[in-house]
């Protein structure tokens, strides 16, 4: 089913470069201070092409994605950037700290076949907008290379992945690189018959887009922008490929966080919200002075098997865990299949964001409510308390995770989870491995 290819990638060269001080997270988790932090640390970190600085209008001349381009090929011409010898899939090792813990994350990089979604061979959990296709395509046609990989996990229950690299992952890294306390191993896997036994081993197998909707779309787009200015001469052309990071569904090292809901200026007073739920829900008073740790502890275990979630206003907070058999499952939207019907998040979004607060995620998510913005996300926990400890938000709603294999269902069901459902974490790192697509 997955095509999966070697391919001759763009790297830094240790001669030249701390490959540690030149690496960047994926544009759009790079916060503008981190931007500039980023410019500043050396001339040559591949932000400059990731998420450049100049005017997003490809009208301007210059802008951001022809100061990309001319990077990339400065540093080309001046050997800081080396394109490899012969093709190659990258093992990549992944060290991070979560929870007061080191982590290992392993993934593979490779050139991946651009499917459309309706073949079913790589297979969506997210809907899109419009503004970052935008901005990645721009960036595509200037540079016609991949920077930041697409992110996908794929299931190897046969072990045949697994089995296919297993003497190249005992080998030493090529590559060791320090950012921002996280550490990458990179190893590069150039020998033709361990090549072919990857190809081989994905061939059989699905994959699920993990992180990289957007860029997904806009890498198809590319492909089909080329094909007809190329007039699709060749099938295996680079940009009919895209760079990914296949990581296995079980690995543990694999992270989903959840995306915690936090309301403001909604006209509803916290009262009315708990009154509106007391008939679809068990709603139980916890002690503020618990803290997080304590809140997250009791949604654990208040919820059990049915959906549950956290109510986090100014010195009151509540566990709310909406009856498992109850008549709010009756008024959850048509037309969706029962993998997603069983999440979490469409629970909450429903009869807590839309029936208690009177918001449409969905809507909200999109700028369709034309109002300001009452529900924002974040990703911790703690965050999110605090903005309604400091005024600025009226109540934060605390959701658990959505597990990998409830992502796997929901796309294999054909179907698309709710604005905001998974956080991945860590992102993979832009600037290790690029994928020129000519």
Known sequence: MT???????????????????????????????????????DPRNVVRVELGTGSTDPRDTPNRYTDAAAALAKWEAEGVLVREESPAVYLHEHEFEFGGARRIRRGILVAGRLHDWTEAVVRPHEHTRAGPKADR???????????????????????????????????????????????????????????????????????????????YETSARYRDDRRVRDRHGDPNAPYE??????????????????????INSTGITLDEAIGALHADADIRSLDPADGVTGALSALDEGGGSGPACILWAKGKVWLVAPHPGGAWKSRLPAGHSEA??????????????????GIVASAEESGASREVTRLRYSPDASEAIRQVEAGEADVAILVRPVRVAEICAVADAGDRMPPKSTYFHPKPVTGLVLNPLD
């Open 3 to 41: 095509d999966v290819r070697a391919f001759r990638g763009l790297r830094y060269s240790v001669d030249h470069v701390e490959v540690g001080l030149v690496t960047c997270p994926p544009y759009d988790v790079i916060a503008p201070e981190a931007q500039a932090a980023y410019h500043a640390r």
């Open 137 to 215: 395509l721009a960036l595509l046609q200037a540079t016609a290379t991949n920077t930041s990989p697409l992110w996908l996990v794929y299931h190897d229950d046969d072990g045949a992945v697994a089995a296919s690299l297993a003497d190249a992952w005992t080998r030493k890294p090529d590559v060791v690189a320090d950012a921002d306390g996280e550490v990458h191993r990179l190893t590069v896997v150039t020998d033709v018959k361990t090549l072919g036994a990857v190809r081989a081993a994905f061939a059989t197998r699905p994959t699920y887009i993990a992180d990289g909707h957007h860029r």
């Open 241 to 262: 490929y895209a760079l990914w990071l296949l990581v296995d569904a079980s690995d543990p090292g694999l992270i989903v966080r959840p995306y915690h809901r936090v």
């Open 340 to 357: 997603w019907l069983s999440l979490d998040v469409v629970a909450i979004d429903s009869l807590v964001i839309r029936e208690a607060f």
